[in-house]
């Protein structure tokens, strides 16, 4: 029990000696509930934040993986845009050189 809650409480609000011991146990008490739940709650709001830390790792890995795969999309794509263009082209000037040869 705090000793200085106790006098004040005794002196200045004029109670008994019991009752001013229960008041002070009374107060004691839930300030220590108070640090208690405040100490959970630190751990906890840690505990948040290593936890988005690893889910954040996981999505940039995550993206990294991605981006590989879509620039491997990409060249696919360009090669296959590249192929039609091509023998588009081709077909063009074999139609273009049969109408004109004699």
Same mark, same amino acid.
């Given at each position: 029990?705090?000793?200085?809650?106790?006098?004040?409480?005794?002196? &200045?609000?004029?109670?008994?000696?019991?009752?001013?011991?229960?008041?002070?146990?009374?107060? &004691? &008490?839930?300030?220590?509930?108070?640090?208690? !739940?405040?100490?959970? &709650?630190?751990?906890?709001?840690?505990?948040?934040?290593?936890?988005?830390?690893?889910?954040?790792?996981?999505?940039?890995?995550?993206?990294?993986?991605?981006?590989?795969?879509?620039?491997?999309?990409?060249?696919?794509?360009?090669?296959?845009? !590249?192929?039609?263009?091509?023998?588009?082209?081709?077909?063009?000037?074999?139609?273009?050189?049969?109408?004109?040869?004699?």
């Amino acid at each position: 029990m705090n000793s200085k809650l106790y006098d004040s409480l005794k002196s &200045e609000l004029g109670l008994a000696d019991d009752q001013a011991k229960r008041l002070a146990n009374a107060i &004691e &008490e839930v300030v220590n509930e108070k640090i208690n !739940f405040s100490r959970l &709650e630190d751990y906890a709001a840690k505990h948040d934040l290593t936890v988005t830390r690893q889910h954040l790792v996981a999505t940039k890995r995550d993206i990294a993986m991605m981006g590989s795969s879509i620039r491997v999309t990409i060249y696919i794509v360009a090669l296959i845009q !590249f192929l039609a263009t091509t023998s588009t082209l081709a077909i063009i000037i074999s139609l273009l050189l049969r109408h004109f040869r004699p």
